[in-house]
């Protein structure tokens, strides 16, 4: 069964930054991060393709947010910078298995990954 757990969030201030980080046997060469504020549906943000490293982001990350990946770890991180009070939301990372086409990684589609673990809550206050 896939597995993975997320960490590094917290609650920070407007304009600040954190570091999400993602590992777990659950590791695959597409690799995505994810996020759902109350009340509303789950929704993407970044995914990487982890065999080449291309990158792929929602536009409300796109600029902000960085996606990366130690595929020796198995980990798959999101830096967070210029944060805003609507970045705030619980986010999860999740793993899909696609082609050898790294175009085939881009799709934000939450529907498509699996592997969701317990999610960490990012909080940022204005």
């Known amino acids: 069964q896939v597995q993975l757990v997320e960490s590094g969030g917290g609650s920070v201030q407007a304009g600040g930054s954190l570091r999400l980080s993602c590992a777990g046997s659950?590791?695959?060469?597409?690799m995505g991060w994810f996020r759902q504020a109350p009340g509303k549906e789950r929704e993407g943000v970044a995914t990487?393709?982890?065999?080449?490293?291309?990158?792929f982001y929602a536009d409300s990350a796109q600029g902000r947010f960085t996606i990366s990946r130690d595929n020796a770890k198995n980990t798959v991180y999101l830096q967070m910078n210029s944060l805003k009070p609507e970045d705030t939301a619980m986010y999860y990372c999740?793993?899909?298995?696609?082609?050898?086409?790294?175009?085939?990684?881009?799709?934000?589609?939450?529907?498509?990954?699996?592997?969701w673990g317990q999610g960490t809550q990012v909080t940022v206050s204005s």
């Open positions: 990487i393709y982890t065999v080449g490293g291309t990158t």
């Open positions: 999740a793993a899909r298995a696609v082609g050898w086409v790294s175009a085939d990684c881009r799709t934000l589609g939450v529907s498509l990954f699996s592997g």
């Open positions: 659950g590791y695959r060469n597409c």
